[in-house]
């Protein structure tokens, strides 16, 4: 497994040609007709412009982009300092309108594992970076948030991988479990005042990145039980705030 994962890994990575992204555009109102939690749409989308969704966003989009735009609206401060916004390990970029549209702010989507090609042809990457251009001042990157260097002001973390299973469940090689390191490479991308928002799937998970939190001495807060009406997510997320 371990060879075979590192094997198709590069391959991905050697081949990074793709096709064209492919959408089935779903607007607002097709949105709106079958969604079960009508009143905190309505209420989201008086608050916060979500036109460009209606042109860029499948229904995958909308469903992983309104819970982020929930969550973040519920959860981060207020008042945040000047600065961009990072989502680490973005996959093909369907939760930046909703940390786009949360934050106000020029973006960056960073995924490992970017060249990852669906059936028909095309790649995360080439979705990612069609989101990107959709948004004022977002950028997909392709490659580790390892190698990032800039700051940011607000940083979201959707299921890191602490733990084995899940990486192998993705399909990345062993050699890019490395929590502790991507935790304190992260916490030094914020600026001072800069948020960091992690999720965590399950208790264990949260148990884990407690300890890693103590370990590397950073400021966070447990959020408890993350819930969302947009959520169709079975197992229990739990949320962190690092400062
Ligand atoms: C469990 S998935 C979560 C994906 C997404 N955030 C979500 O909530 O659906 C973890 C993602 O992080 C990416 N990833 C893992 N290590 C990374 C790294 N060092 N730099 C950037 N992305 C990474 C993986 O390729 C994968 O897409």
């Known amino acids: 497994m371990g060879l075979f ?3 198709a890994f590069r391959a991905r990575a050697a081949v990074q040609w793709s096709l064209p992204p492919f959408k089935r555009v779903v607007s607002f109102e097709q949105v709106r007709a079958s969604c079960s939690a009508v009143a905190r749409l309505d ?13 860029f966003c499948n229904r995958q989009d909308w469903r992983e982009s309104l819970y982020v735009l929930d969550v973040l609206d519920r959860l981060l401060p207020k008042s945040l300092p000047a600065g961009r916004a990072l989502d680490v390990g973005a996959k093909n970029g369907a939760m930046l309108p909703g940390l786009a549209t949360a934050t106000r702010r020029g973006c960056d989507a960073v995924e490992l594992d970017a060249h990852r090609r669906y059936l028909w042809g095309s790649t995360r990457r080439v979705y990612g970076e069609r989101m990107a ?3 004022p001042d977002c950028r997909f990157i392709a ?9 940011y002001a607000v940083v979201t973390w959707w299921l890191p991988f602490l733990t084995p299973a899940p990486l192998e469940a993705w399909g990345l090689p062993s050699r890019f479990l490395a929590p502790l390191e991507m935790l304190r490479h992260v916490t030094q991308r914020l600026v001072p005042g800069g948020v960091l ?9 949260a148990g884990l990145q407690r300890q890693h939190l103590e370990s590397l001495g950073s400021k966070a807060s447990a ?16 949320g962190w705030l690092v400062f």
């Not at 928002?197 to 998970?205: C, M, P, S, T």
């Not at 009406?229 to 197992?235: A, D």
């Open 133 to 135: 251009r959709a948004f």
């Open 143 to 151: 490659g580790d948030v390892r190698t990032l260097e800039g700051m």
């Open 43 to 55: 209420d989201l989308s008086t608050r916060y412009d979500l036109s460009a969704w209606s042109r």
């Open 197 to 205: 928002l992690i999720v965590n799937q399950g208790e264990a998970e």
């Open 5 to 7: 994962s590192e094997f």
């Open 223 to 238: 959020l408890g039980r993350i819930e969302s009406p947009f959520s169709p997510f079975s197992k229990p997320r739990f």
